[in-house]
T-cell receptor
Framework: DSGVTQTPKHLITATGQRVTLRCSPR?????VYWYQQSLDQGLQFLIQ???????AKGNILERFSAQQFPDLHSELNLSSLELGDSALYFCASSVGTSEQYFGPGTRLTVT | KNEVEQSPQNLTAQEGEFITINCSYSVGISALHWLQQHPGGGIVSLFM???GKKKHGRLIATINIQEKHSSLHITASHPRDSAVYIC?????????????FGEGTQLTVNP
């Protein structure tokens, strides 16, 4: 158990819908990263938050947004969902530049 | 060309064999990560190393910063080692380092 929790574990929804994925980092970790793993693209960095502020952005679509709350949990919002958004979404947390600890992932299926 | 290249992509071994997975990268890094992804999807951080060698049980990771190359070795392989092994490199940033991932090596160890 990495100490990082993600909910829900599985999510099945229809095209055009909006979903919210939630991540709680390890106690004391200020950085939260979101990654997407799809069959054709592999693991890709989406966005990073550090102590409530957006710190880095990767290949994140405009339909996607995220935030980190004062209690350091983070949410990834995916809207106007398309079939191609079906993927595993991981969050990870770390203290500064140290090792990253991954959550169990949320498997999103868009039908 | 990907910034992180792994080889081989697929590897099948017999129980007890010595396994080597290689990773080459093209960017300057502060440290390199080896991750293990289980068939169920969960990702576990195995090593984060910036120089030399690290050992944990039957796993050994080495890195040569000058040659931009790292290897992951598994001694006395076992069927439970079957998983995808992923090499990842961070970018130097002041507050955490998002990761860029290799495509992974699918390891199957047969009894």
């Amino acid at each position: 158990d990495s100490g990082v929790t993600q909910t829900p574990k599985h999510l099945i929804t229809a095209t055009g819908q909006r979903v919210t994925l939630r991540c709680s980092p390890r106690s004391g970790d200020l950085s939260v990263y979101w990654y997407q793993q799809s069959l054709d693209q592999g693991l890709q960095f989406l966005i990073q938050y550090y102590n409530g502020e957006e710190r880095a952005k990767g290949n994140i679509l405009e339909r996607f947004s995220a935030q980190q709350f004062p209690d350091l949990h983070s949410e990834l919002n995916l809207s106007s969902l398309e079939l191609g958004d079906s993927a595993l979404y991981f969050c990870a947390s770390s203290v500064g530049t140290s090792e990253q600890y991954f959550g169990p992932g949320t498997r999103l299926t868009v039908t | 060309k990907n910034e992180v290249e792994q080889s081989p992509q697929n590897l099948t071994a017999q129980e007890g064999e010595f396994i080597t997975i290689n990773c080459s990268y093209s960017v300057g890094i502060s440290a390199l990560h080896w991750l293990q992804q289980h068939p169920g999807g969960g990702i576990v951080s195995l090593f984060m190393l910036s120089s030399g060698k690290k050992k944990h049980g039957r796993l050994i990771a080495t890195i040569n910063i000058q040659e931009k190359h790292s290897s992951l070795h598994i001694t006395a392989s076992h069927p439970r080692d079957s998983a995808v092994y992923i090499c990842a490199v961070p970018y130097k940033e002041t507050s955490g380092s998002r990761l860029t991932f290799g495509e992974g090596t699918q390891l199957t160890v047969n009894p």
